[in-house]
Nanobody, 113 residues
Framework: QVQLVESGGGLVQAGGSLRLSCAAS????????MAWYRQAPGKQRDMVAT???????NYADSVKGRFTISRDNTKNMVYLQMDSLKPEDTAVYYC???????WGQGTQVTVSS
């Protein structure tokens, strides 16, 4: 059973920064593509960023140039550095290992204007 635990969310003013962390219990973590998704109230869950085993990254257009995904395979961790935050970034953020069908409990990010 894959377990994913997100942390690092909070309340921040527009223009501020947050760093989200995700701890993953995966026996071959380094081989998984990891991803961050987010879900705002009343909306679907959307992909924010992905990082492959070879550290190739992909971002949603809405966060390009502001968010950075990274991973530490020695610690089974994936991170999301979020800069220049906007009120529209407000959502619950989830991490997942692509193909695992598992999700963490999510961490709330609220950006005030």
């Amino acid at each position: 059973q894959v377990q994913l635990v997100e942390s690092g969310g909070g309340l921040v003013q527009a223009g501020g920064s947050l760093r989200l962390s995700c701890a993953a219990s995966l026996s071959i973590f380094s081989q998984y593509t990891m991803a961050w998704y987010r879900q705002a109230p009343g909306k679907q869950r959307d992909m924010v960023a992905t990082i492959t085993a070879t550290r190739s990254t992909n971002y949603a257009d809405s966060v390009k140039g502001r968010f950075t995904i990274s991973r530490d395979n020695t610690k089974n961790m994936v991170y999301l550095q979020m800069d220049s935050l906007k009120p529209e970034d407000t959502a619950v953020y989830y991490c997942t290992a692509i193909g695992s069908r598992s999700w963490g409990q999510g961490t709330q990010v609220t950006v005030s204007s």
